[in-house]
C-alpha cells in the first residue's frame, strides 16, 4: 500500500514540476536596474547565478572581453557574435551600451545580457545573470565564455 502512495506522490511531482517551471518562465520580468550608471553595471545578487566583469567577489567575477582597434568596431564585432547564439534577442543597442535577452531551449527561462564598451579601458565589460530561479548550474558562466571564445575568433575589420 506504501507504494502506491509513493507512486501518486511520483506522479503528482513529475505532472506539477513542468507546470512549475513555465509559470515561473512566464512570470518573470526584465529588471528595473539594467544599464551602465556611473560606468558600472548593476552588481550580482547574492545568487549563483549571475557572472559580471565587475563583480566584486571570485563567485561572481569573470575577466573583461579585451579588444584591440576602434571601439565601434568592437561593438560591431560584438553584436555579430550575438546574432549568432541561439535563442538570443539583441533588445536595446544605443552607443557604448548593449542588452541581450537568452532564453533557455526548455522552459523558455530568460537570462538579461549586458556589455557595456568601456573605450578608454578598451575592454568590453558583461554582465550575464538569470531573472528567475537561484541556480542556472553554471549557464550564465558557459554563455560568457563562448561569447569570449566567439569574440576572439572573429577577425578585425581592416580599412580596404
Same mark, same amino acid.
Not at 11 to 18: A, T, Y
Not at 24 to 41: F, I
Not at 54 to 67: E, K, L, T
Given at each position: 500500500?506504501?507504494?502506491?502512495? $509513493?507512486? #501518486?506522490?511520483? #506522479? $503528482? #511531482?513529475?505532472?506539477?514540476?513542468?507546470?512549475?517551471?513555465?509559470?515561473?518562465?512566464?512570470?518573470?520580468?526584465?529588471? /528595473?536596474? $539594467?544599464?551602465? @550608471?556611473?560606468?558600472?553595471?548593476?552588481?550580482?545578487?547574492?545568487?549563483?547565478?549571475?557572472?559580471?566583469?565587475?563583480?566584486? =567577489?571570485?563567485? @561572481?567575477?569573470?575577466?573583461? #572581453?579585451?579588444?584591440?582597434?576602434?571601439? =565601434?568596431?568592437?561593438?560591431?564585432? $560584438?553584436?555579430?557574435?550575438?546574432?549568432?547564439?541561439?535563442?538570443?534577442?539583441?533588445?536595446?543597442?544605443?552607443?557604448?551600451?548593449? @542588452?541581450? /535577452?537568452?532564453?533557455?531551449?526548455?522552459?523558455?527561462?530568460?537570462?538579461?545580457?549586458?556589455?557595456?564598451? =568601456?573605450?578608454?579601458?578598451?575592454?568590453? @565589460?558583461?554582465?550575464?545573470?538569470?531573472?528567475?530561479?537561484?541556480?542556472?548550474?553554471?549557464?550564465?558562466?558557459?554563455?560568457?565564455?563562448?561569447?569570449?571564445?566567439?569574440?576572439?575568433?572573429?577577425?578585425?575589420?581592416?580599412?580596404?
Amino acid at each position: 500500500m506504501w507504494w502506491k502512495i $509513493l507512486l #501518486i506522490v511520483l #506522479i $503528482l #511531482i513529475l505532472i506539477g514540476w513542468p507546470a512549475t517551471m513555465a509559470i515561473l518562465s512566464a512570470t518573470s520580468r526584465q529588471p /528595473e536596474n $539594467l544599464g551602465v @550608471h556611473e560606468g558600472r553595471l548593476a552588481p550580482c545578487p547574492n545568487t549563483p547565478n549571475c557572472v559580471s566583469s565587475q563583480a566584486g =567577489d571570485d563567485a @561572481h567575477r569573470m575577466a573583461s #572581453i579585451p579588444f584591440d582597434g576602434d571601439a =565601434d568596431e568592437a561593438m560591431a564585432r $560584438l553584436k555579430a557574435v550575438l546574432a549568432t547564439q541561439p535563442r538570443t534577442t539583441i533588445i536595446r543597442a544605443d552607443g557604448d551600451y548593449l @542588452h541581450a /535577452e537568452c532564453a533557455s531551449l526548455l522552459f523558455r527561462f530568460v537570462d538579461d545580457v549586458e556589455f557595456w564598451v =568601456d573605450r578608454v579601458a578598451k575592454v568590453i @565589460h558583461f554582465r550575464s545573470a538569470s531573472r528567475a530561479g537561484r541556480s542556472d548550474l553554471g549557464v550564465n558562466r558557459k554563455r560568457m565564455e563562448e561569447i569570449r571564445k566567439a569574440f576572439d575568433s572573429l577577425p578585425l575589420a581592416r580599412p580596404g
